[in-house]
């Protein structure tokens, strides 16, 4: 059981916009920012977000974050076949990093 | 650019202890915090801890009592050691840099912005 709740799954068609959720309390992301990893298949995971909505440099603009309270959400516009992979959210609490249990994003 | 290479025994038996090794090459050391972080086969991140140049850590208090993080300032390299093993130790374990900084309201934030590639830990009698 993680301490943010995330969608096991997603999809989408090549083109769409995708959101994936990141549900925490006010301990984690109503009080502290969220981060955004991409896992692809067989690698290790990338940061895709950080602070709520910056991206990395070399990150592509399609890939966006906010974070409203103590919810947060990626979003993903204009998708492609290789953004097919596991997403994590994470947040600091307390005195941890505690991560969702991932969304494993699927593109049709 | 910075890269993080790992290393470390990838077969251990029930009671022994797990120790990791990542190296940091092509880029500072001494700003940064480090991080180990394990997701076990099929499942989700597990952040185990962190540690600074000076040896200040922090632990996920779940895995406190079994968990040393230690750090070699003169080889840019940080370890990790996991006692008294069990099978639900099994995964693979990712090192990442671990910047810390301070928000406009004084906040210290963090994330993890570069990976090693992982070891795999089976932990198996």
């Known amino acids: 059981q993680s301490v943010l709740t995330q969608p096991p799954s997603a999809s989408g068609t090549p083109g769409q916009r995708v959101t994936i959720s990141c549900s925490g309390s006010s301990s984690n992301i109503g009080s502290n920012t969220v981060n955004w990893y991409q896992q692809l298949p067989g690698t290790a995971p990338k940061l895709l977000i950080y602070s709520n909505n910056q991206r990395p440099s070399g990150v592509p603009d399609r890939f966006s974050g906010s974070k409203s309270g103590t919810s947060a959400s990626l979003a993903i516009s204009g998708l492609q076949s290789e953004d097919e992979a596991d997403y994590y959210c994470a947040a600091w609490d307390d005195s941890l990093i505690v991560f969702g249990g991932g969304t494993k994003l699927t593109v049709l | 650019q910075v890269q993080l290479q790992q290393w470390g025994a990838g077969l251990l038996k029930p009671s022994e202890t797990l120790s990791l090794t990542c190296a940091v090459y092509?880029?500072?050391?001494?700003?940064?915090?480090w991080s180990w972080i394990r997701q076990p086969p099929g499942k989700g991140l597990e952040w185990i801890g962190e540690i600074n140049h000076s040896g200040s850590t922090n632990y996920n208090p779940s895995l406190k009592s079994r968990v040393t993080i230690s750090v070699d300032t003169s080889k840019n390299q940080f370890s990790l050691k996991l006692s008294s093993v069990t099978a639900a130790d099994t995964a693979v374990y990712y090192c990442?840099?671990?910047?810390?900084?301070?928000?406009?309201?004084?906040?210290?934030?963090?994330?993890?912005?570069?990976w090693g590639k992982g070891t795999t830990v089976t932990v198996s009698s």
């Open positions: 092509g880029g500072s050391f001494s700003g940064y915090y």
């Open positions: 990442a840099r671990t910047p810390h900084y301070y928000d406009s309201s004084g906040r210290r934030r963090r994330y993890m912005d570069v």
